[in-house]
């Protein structure tokens, strides 16, 4: 069984242009038009994000990181009410479709699966592109409450979980397959229902906004290295280091999988980032064509859309990996699947501060600003990842 609108709120997201009618929703809108005039001043954003540092005006990670407890969040995990606030949309379009909404029923779970009190939660490419109808032939119906990745505390389990209890705090991507059926009611709202496979531990070290911007991210990070078949030894180029996926594929690469040589593209102003994640290499795509280096990699992973260019970079037997965009022989493209196994696998590389999370310096947004991070993310320009925090 899958929870419900509230009868206004379908019927005004079925029926009605915007501006809406008056409604809950309706009456929070003077709010948010405050709140998005509250700009969060860098400063705060950054203590918020203890990983991650202008420095110069450039963004940098710092080189240590601290395997230490991070600040503790009180979360109320109970009662659970039957209305919660959710961001949705009833149509397929751009950002004016999304519509916050105060009277949206939590969602009911499965045996096999957990209600998480939502603290943050993370946007992904893919939330922009389903909202935008990219999808649709293999989307859930509308209406939509968007977002795939989360973290947050445990509020009920099913009558199966095994692995998780009522207070735990937990993180994941919840669906399965990114475009096969995603689920009606995403993390960006109050409470999200989860298959309890697809969540792991919170690590201690990160806070709850940290911890949200990693399931998906990370997750295609590794299973795009695990389909190359990447291993110690091997080089690789990463196209996009500096998004929310390449990222961590800098990372993964060289802490994980024992990278020999990591290369990475990005604009003039991330470079530094790119070698504070572990580049050997990094190239600036503003004034250099990286297929035409010397250099080639046994593997470039292409989280950009160049794939075409892609291969000419690649060794002689090696191996290009594409997340979008059309494909050019030999590479080849996959869809991530979430999974809670890699999530705990890697863990232990998260907790030691080895792969540290990247939190976009402006891309901390409040839950009364979804439509702002989505405007940011749309623009491509983000640094790592965007989130939203707190969510009541
Ligand atoms: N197939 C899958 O399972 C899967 C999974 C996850 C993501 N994806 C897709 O993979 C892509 C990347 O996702 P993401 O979350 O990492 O994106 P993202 O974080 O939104 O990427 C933003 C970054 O792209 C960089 N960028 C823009 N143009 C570039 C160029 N020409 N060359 C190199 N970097 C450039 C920007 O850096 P500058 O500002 O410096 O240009 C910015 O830092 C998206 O299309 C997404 O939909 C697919």
């Known amino acids: 069984m899958s929870a419900s609108f509230s009868s206004t709120t379908t019927s005004h997201l079925r029926t009605l242009p915007s501006p809406p009618p008056p409604s809950p929703s309706l009456r929070f809108t003077p709010t948010f038009r405050e709140n998005r005039k509250q700009v969060t001043p860098t400063s705060t954003l950054i203590r918020k994000s203890n990983l ?79 909202r935008q109808g990219k999808f649709k032939a293999t989307d859930s119906p509308l209406p939509t409450v968007p977002g795939y990745d989360v973290a947050g505390v445990v509020a009920k389990v099913g009558s199966q979980v095994k692995d998780f209890k009522v207070g735990d705090e937990v993180y994941g991507d919840i669906n399965e397959k990114a475009l096969e059926g995603p689920r009606q009611f995403g993390t960006l709202a109050e409470y999200t229902a989860v298959e309890a496979k697809l969540l792991a531990p919170k690590p201690k070290n990160l806070d709850f906004a940290q911890a949200a911007g990693l399931p998906l991210a990370i997750e295609t990070a590794y299973e ?130 080895k792969v540290k999370a990247v939190v976009d310096p402006k891309g901390t947004f409040s839950f009364a600003q979804v439509a702002d991070a989505f405007s940011y993310l749309e623009t491509n320009r983000a640094t790592g990842k965007v989130i939203i925090h707190p969510i009541p």
């Open 52 to 130: 991650c540092s202008w420095r110069s005006g450039r963004f940098v990670v710092k080189s240590q990181t601290t395997s230490a407890p991070a600040s503790s969040e009180s979360v109320t995990v109970t009662p659970v009410p039957s209305q919660m606030k959710a961001w949705v949309y009833g149509e397929y379009g751009g950002v004016d479709v999304l519509k916050f909404d105060s009277n949206v029923g939590v969602p009911d779970f499965k045996e096999d699966e957990v209600l998480v009190k939502v603290v943050a939660a993370a946007l992904n490419p893919v939330d922009a592109k389903r």
């Open 224 to 353: 795009g290295l695990e389909r190359t078949g990447f291993s110690a030894g091997k080089s690789i180029l990463v196209l996009n280091g500096s998004g929310g996926v390449g990222s961590l594929v800098i990372q993964l690469a060289k802490q994980v999988f024992g990278a020999s040589r990591v290369a990475a593209t990005a604009s003039t102003r991330n470079l530094d980032l790119l070698k504070s994640l572990g580049a050997d290499l990094a190239i600036d795509y503003t004034k250099e064509n990286f297929e035409d280096l010397p250099e080639k990699f046994d593997v470039v992973y292409d989280a950009i859309g160049q794939c075409d260019r892609a291969v000419k970079a690649m060794k002689e037997g090696g191996s290009v990996v594409a997340l979008t965009g059309a494909v050019t022989p030999p590479g080849f493209r996959f869809v991530v699947t979430s999974n809670g196994e890699v999530l705990k696998k890697l863990n232990p590389y998260l907790e030691s501060g």
